[in-house]
Protein backbone atom coordinates (compact mmCIF):
# COMPACT_ATOMS: atom_id res chain seq x y z
CA UNK A 1 0.00 0.00 0.00
CA UNK A 2 1.12 3.77 -0.62
CA UNK A 3 1.84 5.99 1.99
CA UNK A 4 2.60 9.69 2.32
CA UNK A 5 3.47 11.60 4.73
CA UNK A 6 2.13 14.89 5.73
CA UNK A 7 5.02 16.62 3.86
CA UNK A 8 4.20 14.44 0.89
CA UNK A 9 1.05 15.72 0.51
CA UNK A 10 1.58 19.46 1.33
CA UNK A 11 4.63 19.29 -2.00
CA UNK A 12 2.01 17.54 -4.19
CA UNK A 13 -1.11 19.47 -3.26
CA UNK A 14 -0.11 22.86 -2.50
CA UNK A 15 -2.02 23.06 0.97
CA UNK A 16 0.42 23.34 3.70
CA UNK A 17 0.66 20.53 5.98
CA UNK A 18 -0.54 22.83 8.99
CA UNK A 19 -4.11 23.47 7.24
CA UNK A 20 -4.34 19.88 6.84
CA UNK A 21 -3.69 18.97 10.38
CA UNK A 22 -6.79 21.75 11.27
CA UNK A 23 -8.83 20.37 8.98
CA UNK A 24 -8.37 16.90 9.86
CA UNK A 25 -9.25 18.02 13.45
CA UNK A 26 -12.11 20.28 12.78
CA UNK A 27 -13.44 18.19 9.84
CA UNK A 28 -12.32 14.85 9.84
CA UNK A 29 -11.54 15.71 6.43
CA UNK A 30 -8.51 12.81 6.18
CA UNK A 31 -8.00 10.12 8.93
CA UNK A 32 -4.75 9.29 8.77
CA UNK A 33 -3.17 5.51 9.78
CA UNK A 34 -0.40 5.14 12.13
CA UNK A 35 2.98 3.04 11.69
CA UNK A 36 3.75 0.68 14.55
CA UNK A 37 5.97 3.08 15.60
CA UNK A 38 2.75 5.86 15.82
CA UNK A 39 4.25 7.85 12.40
CA UNK A 40 1.48 8.80 10.99
CA UNK A 41 0.75 7.97 7.27
CA UNK A 42 -1.77 9.34 4.00
CA UNK A 43 -3.44 6.88 1.64
CA UNK A 44 -3.98 7.32 -2.32
CA UNK A 45 -7.35 7.97 -1.19
CA UNK A 46 -6.16 10.75 1.18
CA UNK A 47 -4.68 12.73 -1.83
CA UNK A 48 -7.52 12.41 -4.21
CA UNK A 49 -9.43 13.87 -1.88
CA UNK A 50 -6.96 16.63 -0.71
CA UNK A 51 -6.51 17.53 -4.13
CA UNK A 52 -10.01 17.87 -4.94
CA UNK A 53 -10.70 19.98 -1.87
CA UNK A 54 -7.60 22.28 -3.13
CA UNK A 55 -8.98 22.67 -6.62
CA UNK A 56 -12.25 23.62 -4.74
CA UNK A 57 -10.97 25.84 -2.12
CA UNK A 58 -8.84 27.73 -4.64
CA UNK A 59 -12.08 28.22 -6.64
CA UNK A 60 -13.75 29.80 -4.23
CA UNK A 61 -15.61 27.33 -2.07
CA UNK A 62 -15.01 27.25 2.02
CA UNK A 63 -14.13 24.65 3.39
CA UNK A 64 -16.74 24.28 5.36
CA UNK A 65 -19.10 24.11 2.65
CA UNK A 66 -17.05 21.80 1.01
CA UNK A 67 -16.79 18.67 3.74
CA UNK A 68 -20.65 18.38 3.52
CA UNK A 69 -20.98 17.68 -0.08
CA UNK A 70 -20.59 13.74 -0.99
CA UNK A 71 -18.41 12.33 -3.42
CA UNK A 72 -20.90 12.27 -6.26
CA UNK A 73 -21.33 16.42 -6.12
CA UNK A 74 -17.70 16.85 -5.27
CA UNK A 75 -16.31 15.11 -8.29
CA UNK A 76 -19.64 17.15 -10.19
CA UNK A 77 -18.17 20.22 -9.14
CA UNK A 78 -14.52 19.50 -10.13
CA UNK A 79 -15.68 18.07 -13.70
CA UNK A 80 -17.95 22.11 -13.41
CA UNK A 81 -14.52 23.99 -12.41
CA UNK A 82 -12.28 21.97 -15.36
CA UNK A 83 -14.70 22.80 -18.23
CA UNK A 84 -15.19 26.91 -17.41
CA UNK A 85 -12.05 27.80 -15.86
CA UNK A 86 -9.03 28.87 -16.97
CA UNK A 87 -6.93 27.60 -13.68
CA UNK A 88 -3.82 25.21 -14.98
CA UNK A 89 -3.99 24.11 -11.63
CA UNK A 90 -7.24 22.75 -11.25
CA UNK A 91 -6.17 20.70 -14.35
CA UNK A 92 -3.09 19.19 -12.91
CA UNK A 93 -4.58 17.83 -10.04
CA UNK A 94 -6.85 16.25 -12.63
CA UNK A 95 -4.39 14.94 -14.21
CA UNK A 96 -2.73 13.42 -11.36
CA UNK A 97 -5.94 11.67 -10.02
CA UNK A 98 -6.13 10.35 -13.22
CA UNK A 99 -3.04 9.24 -13.09
CA UNK A 100 -3.26 7.64 -9.38
CA UNK A 101 -6.67 5.72 -10.66
CA UNK A 102 -4.87 4.97 -14.14
CA UNK A 103 -7.98 6.20 -15.92
CA UNK A 104 -7.40 7.06 -19.39
CA UNK A 105 -11.04 8.62 -20.00
CA UNK A 106 -10.42 11.26 -17.26
CA UNK A 107 -7.35 12.13 -18.87
CA UNK A 108 -8.62 12.66 -22.25
CA UNK A 109 -11.17 14.86 -20.99
CA UNK A 110 -8.78 17.00 -18.77
CA UNK A 111 -6.45 17.48 -21.85
CA UNK A 112 -9.27 17.62 -24.50
CA UNK A 113 -10.30 20.40 -22.57
CA UNK A 114 -7.13 22.63 -21.86
CA UNK A 115 -6.40 22.55 -25.67
CA UNK A 116 -9.81 23.49 -26.47
CA UNK A 117 -9.18 26.52 -24.14
CA UNK A 118 -4.95 27.00 -24.45
CA UNK A 119 -4.14 25.78 -27.59
CA UNK A 120 -1.92 22.68 -27.49
CA UNK A 121 1.74 24.21 -27.54
CA UNK A 122 -0.14 26.17 -24.23
CA UNK A 123 -1.21 22.86 -23.03
CA UNK A 124 2.49 21.69 -23.15
CA UNK A 125 4.38 24.35 -21.37
CA UNK A 126 1.91 25.52 -18.76
CA UNK A 127 0.08 22.64 -17.81
CA UNK A 128 2.17 19.46 -19.27
CA UNK A 129 5.58 20.52 -17.87
CA UNK A 130 4.17 21.38 -14.34
CA UNK A 131 1.99 18.21 -14.15
CA UNK A 132 5.62 16.40 -14.96
CA UNK A 133 7.65 18.21 -12.43
CA UNK A 134 4.95 16.91 -10.16
CA UNK A 135 5.31 13.43 -10.89
CA UNK A 136 8.88 13.83 -10.55
CA UNK A 137 8.20 14.39 -6.73
CA UNK A 138 6.17 11.59 -6.51
CA UNK A 139 9.02 9.49 -7.77
CA UNK A 140 11.19 10.98 -5.43
CA UNK A 141 9.16 10.45 -2.50
CA UNK A 142 8.21 6.89 -3.68
CA UNK A 143 4.63 7.18 -3.93
CA UNK A 144 4.00 5.73 -7.43
CA UNK A 145 4.69 3.00 -9.26
CA UNK A 146 6.37 2.31 -12.96
CA UNK A 147 2.85 1.46 -14.01
CA UNK A 148 1.21 4.39 -12.96
CA UNK A 149 4.16 6.78 -14.29
CA UNK A 150 4.75 4.58 -17.81
CA UNK A 151 0.87 4.82 -18.37
CA UNK A 152 0.42 8.82 -17.86
CA UNK A 153 3.90 9.25 -19.99
CA UNK A 154 2.65 7.19 -22.63
CA UNK A 155 -0.59 8.88 -23.10
CA UNK A 156 1.08 12.24 -23.31
CA UNK A 157 3.75 10.81 -25.83
CA UNK A 158 0.98 9.45 -27.55
CA UNK A 159 -0.30 13.26 -28.27
CA UNK A 160 3.06 14.59 -28.65
CA UNK A 161 3.42 12.10 -31.67
CA UNK A 162 0.14 12.91 -32.95
CA UNK A 163 0.68 16.20 -33.08
CA UNK A 164 3.97 16.58 -35.08
CA UNK A 165 2.99 13.78 -37.53
CA UNK A 166 0.03 16.89 -38.15
CA UNK A 167 2.35 19.51 -38.97
CA UNK A 168 3.35 20.25 -42.77
CA UNK A 169 5.51 16.94 -43.66
CA UNK A 170 7.14 19.88 -46.72
CA UNK A 171 10.37 21.78 -45.15
CA UNK A 172 10.22 25.34 -46.23
CA UNK A 173 12.80 26.22 -48.99
CA UNK A 174 15.38 27.61 -46.10
CA UNK A 175 14.68 24.80 -43.96
CA UNK A 176 17.17 24.46 -41.07
CA UNK A 177 18.24 20.52 -40.35
CA UNK A 178 17.90 19.33 -36.71
CA UNK A 179 19.17 16.25 -35.31
CA UNK A 180 17.50 15.32 -32.10
CA UNK A 181 18.66 12.63 -29.61
CA UNK A 182 18.71 11.48 -25.95
CA UNK A 183 22.38 11.04 -24.45
CA UNK A 184 22.88 6.64 -23.50
CA UNK A 185 20.65 5.69 -20.83
CA UNK A 186 18.59 9.12 -20.80
CA UNK A 187 14.87 7.56 -21.36
CA UNK A 188 12.94 11.05 -20.94
CA UNK A 189 11.47 11.64 -23.87
CA UNK A 190 8.96 14.27 -23.13
CA UNK A 191 10.84 17.35 -23.92
CA UNK A 192 12.32 16.41 -26.98
CA UNK A 193 9.07 15.85 -28.40
CA UNK A 194 7.93 18.93 -27.54
CA UNK A 195 10.71 20.70 -29.70
CA UNK A 196 10.21 18.03 -32.46
CA UNK A 197 7.05 19.32 -32.82
CA UNK A 198 8.27 23.35 -32.65
CA UNK A 199 10.84 22.73 -35.29
CA UNK A 200 8.53 21.14 -37.90
CA UNK A 201 5.75 23.65 -36.79
CA UNK A 202 8.58 26.23 -37.79
CA UNK A 203 9.13 24.15 -41.35
CA UNK A 204 12.62 22.84 -40.37
CA UNK A 205 14.05 19.59 -40.89
CA UNK A 206 14.06 16.94 -38.48
CA UNK A 207 16.16 14.14 -37.36
CA UNK A 208 14.67 12.35 -34.72
CA UNK A 209 17.37 9.31 -33.08
CA UNK A 210 15.22 9.14 -29.72
CA UNK A 211 16.25 7.60 -26.18
CA UNK A 212 19.37 6.31 -25.01
CA UNK A 213 21.66 6.29 -28.33
CA UNK A 214 25.19 6.52 -27.66
CA UNK A 215 27.54 9.08 -28.70
CA UNK A 216 29.38 7.28 -31.57
CA UNK A 217 26.08 6.54 -33.21
CA UNK A 218 25.25 10.24 -33.47
CA UNK A 219 28.33 11.34 -35.19
CA UNK A 220 28.47 7.99 -37.45
CA UNK A 221 24.23 9.31 -38.07
CA UNK A 222 26.51 12.52 -38.92
CA UNK A 223 28.58 11.40 -41.40
CA UNK A 224 25.82 10.20 -43.58
CA UNK A 225 23.03 13.06 -42.68
CA UNK A 226 23.80 16.85 -43.01
CA UNK A 227 22.46 18.91 -39.76
CA UNK A 228 22.92 22.39 -39.15
CA UNK A 229 21.66 22.16 -35.46
CA UNK A 230 21.77 19.56 -32.30
CA UNK A 231 19.27 19.51 -29.64
CA UNK A 232 19.43 17.03 -26.72
CA UNK A 233 18.36 16.66 -23.10
CA UNK A 234 20.14 16.19 -19.62
CA UNK A 235 17.47 14.58 -16.85
CA UNK A 236 18.76 12.02 -15.35
CA UNK A 237 21.25 9.92 -17.36
CA UNK A 238 24.32 11.59 -16.05
CA UNK A 239 26.00 12.76 -12.36
CA UNK A 240 26.23 16.44 -13.19
CA UNK A 241 30.11 16.74 -13.44
CA UNK A 242 29.93 14.26 -16.19
CA UNK A 243 28.04 16.65 -18.52
CA UNK A 244 30.62 19.17 -19.77
CA UNK A 245 33.32 16.73 -20.08
CA UNK A 246 30.50 14.88 -22.82
CA UNK A 247 29.08 17.94 -24.82
CA UNK A 248 32.93 19.36 -24.97
CA UNK A 249 33.32 16.24 -27.43
CA UNK A 250 30.33 16.52 -28.61
CA UNK A 251 31.27 19.68 -29.89
CA UNK A 252 34.55 19.07 -30.60
CA UNK A 253 33.32 16.04 -33.00
CA UNK A 254 30.00 17.12 -34.18
CA UNK A 255 30.70 19.79 -37.28
CA UNK A 256 27.06 21.83 -36.87
CA UNK A 257 26.63 25.10 -36.10
CA UNK A 258 25.05 25.11 -32.59
CA UNK A 259 24.40 22.44 -30.10
CA UNK A 260 20.95 22.82 -28.01
CA UNK A 261 20.69 21.89 -24.71
CA UNK A 262 17.88 21.76 -22.18
CA UNK A 263 16.15 19.61 -19.59
CA UNK A 264 16.23 19.47 -15.44
CA UNK A 265 20.41 18.93 -15.06
CA UNK A 266 21.37 22.22 -17.48
CA UNK A 267 20.99 24.14 -14.71
CA UNK A 268 23.84 21.77 -12.66
CA UNK A 269 25.91 22.43 -14.99
CA UNK A 270 28.95 24.67 -13.10
CA UNK A 271 31.69 25.23 -15.65
CA UNK A 272 31.74 26.98 -18.70
CA UNK A 273 31.01 25.15 -21.88
CA UNK A 274 32.12 25.88 -25.51
CA UNK A 275 30.49 28.65 -27.56
CA UNK A 276 28.27 26.71 -29.58
CA UNK A 277 26.34 24.81 -26.61
CA UNK A 278 23.03 26.92 -26.02
CA UNK A 279 21.27 26.21 -23.22
CA UNK A 280 17.41 26.35 -23.02
CA UNK A 281 15.55 27.47 -20.16
CA UNK A 282 12.05 26.96 -22.13
CA UNK A 283 10.72 26.12 -25.62
CA UNK A 284 9.88 29.98 -25.58
CA UNK A 285 13.76 30.74 -25.64
CA UNK A 286 13.88 28.12 -28.30
CA UNK A 287 11.49 29.78 -30.46
CA UNK A 288 13.22 32.64 -30.18
CA UNK A 289 16.30 31.25 -31.76
CA UNK A 290 14.43 29.64 -34.30
CA UNK A 291 12.80 33.15 -35.74
CA UNK A 292 16.52 34.39 -36.16
CA UNK A 293 17.32 31.81 -38.04
Known amino acids: ?85 NDHESSINNLIVSMIEMDEDKFEKVLASAIIKLGFEKTVTHIIYTFLEKVGILWQVGTINPAQEHFITNLIRQKLIIAIDGQQSKPKPDAKSFLLFLPENELHEMGLLFYSYIIKKAGHKVIYLGQSVPLDDVLEVLKVLKADYIITYFVAAFEPRQI ?19 GYQVDQI ?24
Open 1 to 85: MIRYSINDLEKITGIKAHTIRIWEKRYNVVNPERTKTNIRYYNDRDLKKLLNISTLNKHGFKISDIVKMGEEQLCEKIVEISNTS
Open 270 to 293: GEDLPKNIKALSDAEEFKSYLNRM
Open 244 to 262: PPYLKLLSKAADVKDIFIA
